[in-house]
């Protein structure tokens, strides 16, 4: 077979249309609720919740802050952007707003969009609302026709890195000298989950938050990790 000429194309995407961006509408889950952030609404109480923490902030372009006012300022610029969508993350067992997260990179002509901007006070960390916060994210991404959803991380940020394997982020690499974050050179790890994956995973979410895997003392009989490894399709080798 004459291989001269063969032009290596991508599959074509009979039916596919790019998805609607993101408008702000409150996602509901069982553990957790995400409400559009509003500076007015919130900073109080996640200032209260992030007080005395500030390595919430250690890989984030922003922050920490002082008083609730530089909070509430950077709030208010944030969620003036047009190109990130911050939600405050409600904490239904406690009912409190105990973090938030974010849409940003949306693009829906090539079907990508990426979850982060994540901050989990100390209430929220461990919590299944935290996790579900997450899922409920990617589940309205694939849902809504993304076709890739991507989690970026500061390289040297393991607990991230760990969060996206856990969650069932594949990893696809490290771009070295990404950028410049506080003054300090950042290496960025990337994830993803596809389309392809979602099936699968929303059954391995939906198993590791039932009643069932957790006992009296709420201790997780299977961990999320384990029911998402078979279904990632690369593993993240800094963590081996």
């Known amino acids: 077979m004459d291989l001269t000429n063969l032009r290596l194309l991508g599959a ?13 509408r409150v996602i509901e889950g069982r553990y ?3 409400d559009p952030l509003c500076a007015e609404r919130h900073s109080a109480a996640l200032f209260e919740v992030f007080k005395g923490h500030d390595e919430i902030w250690d890989y984030m372009p922003d922050g920490p802050f002082n008083c609730v006012a530089e909070l509430c300022d950077w709030m208010a610029a944030a969620t003036a952007r047009d190109d990130i969508l911050f939600y405050a993350i409600h904490d239904k067992d406690s009912d409190r707003v105990a973090g938030f997260v974010a849409f940003l990179r949306m693009q829906p002509d090539a079907g990508s969009i990426e979850i982060g901007y994540i901050a989990f006070s100390p209430v929220l960390q461990r919590t299944r609302a935290a996790t579900e916060a997450i ?7 694939v849902e809504a026709g993304y076709r890739r959803v991507e989690w970026k991380c500061n390289a040297l940020n393991a607990a991230s890195r ?10 696809e690499g490290v771009f070295v000298q990404a950028s410049i974050v506080k003054g300090r050179n950042r290496d960025t790890a990337w994830f993803a ?16 938050m039932s009643e069932r895997n957790f006992g009296p003392d709420e201790r997780q009989v299977q961990r999320l990790s ?12 800094g963590l081996s």
Not at 162 to 171: D, E, T
């Open 12 to 24: 074509h995407l009979d039916g596919w249309h790019p998805p609607t961006l993101p408008d702000g």
């Open 162 to 171: 760990r969060a996206a394997q856990r969650l069932g982020f594949s990893y």
């Open 193 to 208: 989950i596809i389309d392809k994956d979602w099936p699968a995973l929303s059954e391995a979410y939906a198993s590791w």
């Open 135 to 141: 899922t409920l994210m990617i589940g309205w991404s």
């Open 226 to 237: 384990e029911l998402t490894t078979p279904i990632r399709r690369a593993d993240d080798p």
């Open 32 to 34: 957790a609720r995400l």
